[in-house]
């Protein structure tokens, strides 16, 4: 069993920038993949950004490229996900994933256990 607890988000103005958390506990951290994904109101949950086990492989989805970067601490058992020139249309919750496997990967049914989410809202 992994618990995951998101930490990080909040209101923020178009243009600036917030820093994630996700912690996780109950497992060795660096056994298994991880990812962000985030959900807007009346939206699918949609993937935004994956990290192997290491920490060497990442995969973000195109409307994050250059702006978002996803990180991960084994040491401190914690994931990040860095968000840059933060725009309106990223306003959703924000979820954390664990994958039982070492791979980055973008399907979130591959995903096996999720954090309570924490909100970003961005204002125009």
């Known amino acids: 069993q992994v618990q995951l607890v998101e930490s990080g988000g909040g209101l923020v103005q178009a243009g600036g920038s917030l820093r994630l958390s996700c912690a996780a506990s109950g497992r060795t951290f660096s056994s298994y993949a991880m990812g962000w994904f985030r959900q807007a109101p009346g939206k699918e949950r949609e993937f935004v950004a994956a990290?192997?086990?290491?920490?060497?492989?990442?995969s973000y989805a195109d409307f994050v490229k250059g702006r978002f970067t996803i990180s991960r601490n084994n040491a401190k058992n914690t994931m990040y996900l860095q968000m840059n020139s933060l725009k309106p249309e990223d306003t959703a919750v924000y979820y954390c994933?664990?994958?039982?496997?070492?791979?980055?990967?973008?399907?979130?049914?591959?995903?096996?256990?999720w954090g309570q989410g924490t909100q970003v809202t961005v204002s125009s």
């Open positions: 990290i192997n086990w290491s920490g060497g492989s990442t």
């Open positions: 994933g664990v994958r039982n496997g070492l791979k980055a990967v973008v399907v979130g049914a591959e995903y096996d256990y």
